[in-house]
């Protein structure tokens, strides 16, 4: 499938919607409709009990979206974090540089402005031309840096944005959890070696958003920081490597749709940084998904500095104070939900010449656990006992009743939203028909087997055959 297929499968199952639609819309905005929301929150919690629940070293928070304007000075946000416009003479494109020499065979993804024109520069006169992505015209500006932070202001409503009332909704989750290591020291029994993990908003003022929730200017983010000494943070960064990219494995996703990348060009800070890249076919090709990196002690030590805040640890053991040095995990959930079902949906040809969309995703992902149908929607025993099973079965499984259309039509929205298990009850059900007295049909996603189960034997059934996060 092609990019605008997974968006209008997207939209026409409810998984995600064009934030203000019926005004026009607002670029590079989603919002996640009820089978997004499960999705997106299913995955969520997977990562967080891969992070947070199966380590006992690492805890949880969640911190404010806004935090005082001196964390982004510290952090150099305010100073560094920019990307490269460019613009179109001719249509007036805002163009972002580095992306657009991608197609140019050039990785400009860490140059700075001035790198960006001297490459620029240098294909010209290689006879290279370099055109606008819209309208094909030569007639571009040089790059110029635009900061990505989203300014605001706390107070009145009616004052404008100065240097005085600024705040910014927070670029990364990250900060959050550097300005808290402190207070979790002290009001837990955490000591060096520990982590910290965070899912939360963040939002940046993208140049250009054309990839859907790829690329956005309002996400989620799924940060964990973890705090070590100096010596042992590289065997800590390769243990947290295997782990991420094992997570991918277990929930789905094929190892040869994935590659790590290794930065050459590293922030001044930083001595190793590694992304997961996924094959997004959708989007042309491998784009990152998650980053993993060595941020040595600069967080702690730029915010200690401009905090005038003694962050150093005292360890007990080497009988020493030390800045910690930081490993980071840092995921999109946005993106890793698009992951998931970029890998999932798939269209099969069927035996009888038809065909069906079916979103594959692991159990545990799904939106929706298992779909309770009466055969026959004007039948009221049917009726009466499809919902009795449905009220039970969800008290323990997020269940959807569906009445509507005939049964086949039924499995297919099902497959399509990925429901790995249907339920029908039926006249052997009720008693009515005698054969199978009792008992009910389950049919399997993936393989549209159907099996008969007793229904008293339900409850067991799902126990074993549904995994649970």
Excluded at 106 to 113: G, L, P, Q, R
Excluded at 125 to 137: A, L, T
Excluded at 393 to 401: I, R, V
Aim: a negative charge; hydrophobic letters at 35%; charged letters at 25%.
């Amino acid at each position: 499938m092609d990019l605008q297929d997974i968006v209008s499968f997207c939209k026409r199952r409810g998984f995600i919607y064009p934030s203000s639609e019926i005004y026009g819309g607002l670029p590079g905005v989603y919002d996640y409709g009820p089978y997004g929301i499960e999705l997106k929150n299913n995955v969520a919690a997977a990562w967080w009990k891969h992070v947070v629940h199966n380590n006992p070293d690492v805890v949880g928070i969640d911190s404010g979206i806004f935090m005082h304007p001196m964390t982004w000075k510290a952090s150099g946000h305010l100073d560094n974090f920019d990307d490269a416009q460019m613009d179109c003479k001719k249509c007036k494109a805002r163009i972002r540089a580095d992306i657009m020499l991608e197609k140019y065979g050039v990785n400009a993804d860490k140059f700075t402005v001035d790198e960006i024109n001297q490459t620029v520069q240098k294909l010209r006169e290689d006879k290279v031309q370099i055109k606008c992505p819209e309208c094909g015209s030569t007639e571009l500006t040089e790059a110029r840096r635009f900061n990505l932070m989203v300014k605001s202001n706390l107070g009145s409503p009616t004052e404008a944005i100065t240097d005085e009332n600024v705040v910014y909704a927070r670029a990364e989750t990250c900060q959050g959890i550097y300005l808290n290591y402190k207070n979790i020291l002290n009001s837990t029994r955490q000591k060096v070696p520990f982590g910290i993990a965070q899912i939360g908003k963040a939002f940046r003022n993208e140049i250009v958003v054309k990839q859907f929730i790829f690329r956005t200017r309002e996400f989620e983010q799924m940060e964990m920081q973890y705090f070590v000494h100096p010596d042992d943070a590289g065997k800590v960064f390769e243990r947290w490597r295997q782990a991420r990219w094992d997570w991918y494995v277990e929930f789905g996703i094929d190892p040869s749709h994935m590659r790590w990348y290794e930065h050459q060009k590293l922030a001044h800070y930083a001595s190793a940084a590694f992304d997961i890249e996924y094959d997004f076919q959708a989007l042309g090709g491998f784009r990152e998904v998650e980053g993993l990196h060595m941020r040595g002690d600069w967080d702690l030590s730029q915010h200690q500095k401009f905090s005038k805040e003694k962050l150093e640890y005292f360890d007990p053991v080497r009988n020493i104070n030390f800045i910690p040095n930081v490993v980071e995990t840092s995921a999109g959930l946005n993106r890793g939900s698009l992951v998931f079902m970029h890998e999932a949906l798939k269209e099969e040809q069927l035996p009888n010449d038809s065909k069906r969309t079916v979103l594959k995703i692991d159990p545990r992902l799904a939106p929706v656990k298992i779909a309770v149908f009466p055969l026959l929607a004007n039948k009221p025993a049917l009726i009466e006992l499809a919902e009795k099973v449905f009220r039970s079965l969800n008290k323990k499984h997020h269940c959807e009743f569906d009445d509507n259309g005939n049964i086949g039509k039924r499995y297919r929205r099902q497959d399509e939203i990925g429901t790995p298990y249907c339920v029908t009850v039926d006249f052997s059900s009720t008693g009515e028909q005698a054969e199978n007295a009792g008992t009910v049909t389950i049919r399997n996603r993936d393989t549209m087997q159907q099996d008969r189960v007793g229904l008293d034997q339900l409850d067991q059934w799902f126990a074993d055959k549904l995994p649970v996060l």
